[in-house]
């Protein structure tokens, strides 16, 4: 028999009972006269009580709101649930609940630059800007756009539109200028806020001559206002003369008469956000999430999932085209400190976030799968070099953090800390399965399924299914759900995302497996499983074993249409200087082979320069097989390396054996 799997980390009794996870868990026993002794009972009784569950977490989290309302759930359909339909609040005014001195948002450029505001000073920049808005024009349910890097001006600026009941939406500077038309062009904004520059990987990358042609070309914006940030302000004012319908943030702001800043209060499903899917199979979908759904979803995952309190100083590395961004900002909802950082996470060097950490006493350090690896590879051991004094907490995403991930962190980064793998998307802004202080941390896994969230894994018959892998879905709605996409009238688009598999239930399009100890497994995108001989295999099964192999830097895995069946071909970029030769390839076979089974090991190993990405970092197998069978790949702005497309064009190693 094998040796059940140990954790890596485990919470004390005195630890758990300290937590607000276990504090809500108490409050749930004394009003509803429960005796639930732990998180699997607190789970499924929110779960099989969810109208209870969440007017709980509202209250626990002090929402605040001009009219509750004494209906928790009207329609209990999905799509179409009501959540709170008689409710009216303001997203922003809950944001702003604390007006001292204590640091809300400290900004840290890769040039060195660091700014920081406090809880004060960020209401009263939030009002002056509310008040410019309102100048220009801008109304309850208009359009405000971001083109901007991860800056305070940027959490300023939505919460000035939000304050307002205007709808906020976002993409990076990095994105190519037919990117940001294919988002921003579809959801016609009145306002958009864009850096004139910004920094990244040791370079300063102007954005206006970008600018010019995005006015250009979306008529509905009625105001461009230029953000200085790689320029002085006296420089950005020269630099934007002549500029279309540009003015300068501090015009802009100069010129509007004062306003005291007000909450318009709004239905709990008023739009709050407009967000992309990643585009890379067509133009991207706008997703419209509400006010009232982010809000409580995130204050559940932050206050009981990460015990985020005012004590925190929360970090995500993220920009502000990733739902990252949203989820990091509502962080001021907890009245933590948020650090902002924009910039290559290894420049000038692969420790300059640790550096970070140390000098701003982080406590909860978010960053993606790709990076904990990338610092892997790199020999990066922050706990030799870095004291990590505060930091309690590291949050993985993006995608699956393969088993030597969990043991990496613990290892060379921290011993004593949850790492917390967690995961969910742009389509709920935020997570089905994460983090959860209370609970021991298992390599491989997710620490447990969300409060709330009715989530499950189905067998291809629709079967729910334990310790067995299947399709993750949600069979019971919550707040969170999209609204619907913009510009979809009918909601057909909205209803082939999700529910086209089993109607009526959230099909997430993740191949995964719900374990004995109530964790979860990521074992990739299920439009991306492989399927060599009728088995179904998920990629993180492959790149796992990859990952431990010290020569190969990266890798991307696809099933290739092969004489009736599909067999599996592996891309491996390798490290400088490095040719993969037969004895590399055996090395790499033999490995995935010793820990998985015979049908995952590839048939064919090819050495490439350099693997597609998405613009948030996230590996596109789909565009990478299109290529290999000579399909088109739509949309290559969603891309950040697009021309790494061309590496795998008519490949001769993929016409023999």
Known sequence: MSNPVQPLWQPTEEA???????????????????????????????????????????????????????????????????????????????????????????????????????????????????????????????????????????????LATTSLGAIWTSCSPDFGINGVLDRFGQVAPKILFACEGYFYNGKTLDSLPRLEQIVEQIDSIQQLVVVPVARSPEQTEAAIEGLDRAVSLPHFVKDAPARALT???????????????????????????????????????????????RNDTLFYFTTCGWMMWNWLVSGLACGATLVLYDGSPFYPAAQCLWDMADEEKISVFGTSAKYIAALEKAGCKPRESHSLERLRAVLSTGSP??????????????????????SGGTDIVSCFALGNPTLPVYPGELQCRGLGMAVQVWSDDGRPVLEEKGELVCATSFPCMPIGFWNDEDGSKYHSAYFESWPGVWAHGDYAEITEHGGVIIYGRSDAVLNPGGVRIGTAEIYRQVDKVDEVLDSICIGQEWRDDVRVVLFVVLR????????????????????????????????????????????????????????????????????????FEALPELAGE
């Open 16 to 158: 758990i009972a300290a937590t607000q996870m276990d504090q809500f868990r108490r409050q749930v026993n004394e009003r509803h006269q429960q005796s639930l002794p732990d998180y699997a009972g607190l789970y499924q009784w929110s779960v099989d009580h969810r109208e209870a569950f969440w007017s709980q977490l509202w209250d626990f989290g002090e929402v605040i709101a001009s009219e509750r309302g004494e209906r928790v759930l009207g329609k209990d359909t999905m799509p179409g649930a009501e959540w709170f339909p008689d409710a009216r609040l303001n997203f922003a005014e809950n944001l702003l609940r604390f007006r001292d001195d204590k640091p809300a948002l400290i900004e840290r450029l890769e040039n060195g630059r660091r700014r920081e505001l406090s809880y004060r000073q960020l209401f009263e920049r939030v009002e002056r800007l509310a008040a410019a808005l309102v100048h220009a024009g801008v109304e309850k349910g208009d359009r405000v756009a971001g083109f901007m890097p991860n800056i305070i001006d940027t959490v300023v600026a939505m």
């Open 263 to 309: 909450f318009t209060q709004t239905a709990f499903n008023h739009p709050l956000y407009i967000m992309y899917s990643s585009g890379t199979t067509g133009v991207p979908k706008c997703i419209v999430h509400g006010v009232g759904g982010t809000l409580l979803q995130h204050i559940k995952e932050h206050r009981l999932h990460t015990d985020i309190s």
């Open 401 to 422: 953090l393969a088993h030597e991930g969990f043991r990496y962190v613990y290892r060379d980064i921290k011993a004593d800390l949850c790492l917390s793998s967690i």
């Open 576 to 647: 400088e200087g490095l040719t993969l030769d037969e004895a590399l390839i055996q090395k790499i076979r033999t490995t995935i082979r010793a820990n998985t089974t015979p049908r995952h090991v590839p048939a064919k190993v090819i050495q490439v320069a350099d693997i597609p990405r998405t613009i948030s970092g996230k590996i596109v197998e789909l565009a990478v097989r299109n290529v290999v069978h000579g399909q088109p790949v739509k949309n290559q702005e969603a891309l950040a390396n697009p021309e790494a497309l061309k590496l």
